[in-house]
């Protein structure tokens, strides 16, 4: 399929220095693995919420489909995150890990699957 004039060049996943946009706070969510309690609430909060941000801000740029997707889905992980991490939100033990396996593989395939049939970018801006 052919790209739309002009989106590629204003897709933030394009470019490497912009695509630090998207995985820095991945950092965050990574570390939070490692910790924690408070400290893994507030870094998986943020890290998916920045993530989520980030991917809607570049949908409104060249509306790229993955970003149609996975900018919702992270944005409710941030605040699943927060709902479990202040105990608000019973999800059991491994509450944790079904909340980044099921992040990671949702985005993954409405995204990419989404991306894959149809384009990165629709026809029409």
Not at 73 to 79: G, P, R, S, T, V
Not at 85 to 101: A, E, F, P, R, T
Request: some cysteine; aromatic content about 12%.
């Amino acid at each position: 399929m052919t790209e739309p004039t002009g989106a590629k060049q204003k897709d933030l996943l394009a470019s490497p220095q912009t695509r630090l946009i998207f995985w820095l706070p991945w950092v965050l969510i990574l570390i939070g693995c490692f910790i924690d309690g408070v400290t893994r609430t507030v870094l998986w909060t943020v890290g998916f919420g920045l993530t989520g941000i980030a991917c809607l801000e570049n949908f409104r740029r060249c509306r790229r489909r993955f970003c149609l997707y996975s900018g919702p889905i992270y944005l409710l992980a941030a605040l699943i995150s927060l709902l479990y991490g202040v105990q608000v939100l019973q999800l059991g033990m491994h509450g944790w890990y079904w909340i980044l396996g099921i992040a990671v593989a949702a985005s993954l395939s409405c995204g990419l699957g989404v991306e894959k049939l149809f384009g990165k970018y629709p026809a029409a801006l």
